[in-house]
């Protein structure tokens, strides 16, 4: 799997849509640890936390990374604009980054049956105004949301012709087989987040699992990864995997080594 590319994101450090503050690191030390673990990309993290997108480029160039996708939460079933996606895809253009994904992912309440006509209708609006800026989006299943299990993953493939980012972690954290669904879904898995996690987070809720570091370094966790990498790679056809342990800010130090560790573990695996 040599040819396979390896990103990490800003989330790995604390900075995410759920993260405010002087405690979260600044980005630019966020970039440069990134880059010196030996990642060729990364993501966006919260839209302006990178920098806009008169600065975004030379950001990015002055690290040598490249922006691989975006995380885009919208409340699918209730009447929306698209200024976030649009916001994402506007920073993509900037950067040149026509190949990045917009992730987008459910931001709405778990509520009931009727609401799934409107889910699929919300998720399909998206994926096509995404589509008509050039870019290709995929779906990420969510600990928290209302696609998180295996079963509501499926749904969701019923309901739009979305593609899928496949996440390790918050699958299995979500009762799912992280290496039955790459096999099962391979056809519709446009882009990979690889995550482990602690079995006993599976208990948590999903602040104490960001609390309580229950995203853990790669191998340690209870996601059989070295299965799940030799079924990516019978699949063949994915350019990028993005690395991801989220956690909460406060500790930069200790999260440069634990993703500097996380790529050394991945390069001991042949990626």
């Not at 691989?68 to 895809?89: C, K, M, N, Q, S």
């Not at 699992?209 to 299965?227: N, P, S």
Request: glycine share 10%.
């Amino acid at each position: 799997m040599k040819s396979l590319r390896v990103a990490n994101a800003p989330v790995s450090f604390g900075a995410f849509e759920a993260t405010r503050g002087p405690e979260v690191p600044a980005a630019e030390d966020v970039l440069a640890a990134i880059a010196a673990g030996g990642y060729e990309g990364t993501e966006l993290g919260p839209p302006g936390y990178l920098g806009n997108s008169k600065t975004l480029p030379a950001t990015l160039a002055r690290h040598g990374l490249v922006l691989t996708g975006g995380y885009v939460p919208i409340a699918f079933t209730e009447p929306h604009r698209l200024d976030e996606l649009d916001l994402v895809l506007d920073l993509f253009e900037a950067a040149g980054a026509s190949a990045a994904r917009p992730v987008l992912a459910d931001a709405g309440p778990r509520t009931g049956e009727a609401d799934w006509r409107r889910l699929g209708e919300g998720v399909r609006r998206a994926a096509e105004h995404a589509r008509s800026r050039g870019f290709s989006p995929v779906f990420h299943h969510h600990v928290g949301t209302r696609i998180e299990t295996p079963a509501e993953v499926e749904r969701l493939l019923e309901l739009s012709d979305v593609a899928l980012l496949l996440d390790s972690g918050h699958l299995a954290l979500a009762g799912g087989d992280p290496v039955s669904a790459l096999r099962d879904w391979r056809s519709r898995i446009d882009y990979v987040h690889l995550k482990d996690v602690r079995a006993e987070a599976t208990a948590w809720s999903l602040a104490d699992v960001w609390r309580r570091g229950g995203f853990c370094e790669l191998g340690v966790g209870m996601v059989d990864l070295v299965a799940f990498l030799h079924e990516l790679e019978s699949s063949g056809h994915l350019d990028w995997i993005v690395v991801e342990q989220d956690a909460l800010p406060g500790d930069l130090a200790g999260a440069r080594e634990s993703q500097a560790r996380n790529r050394d573990w991945l390069a001991a695996h042949g990626i």
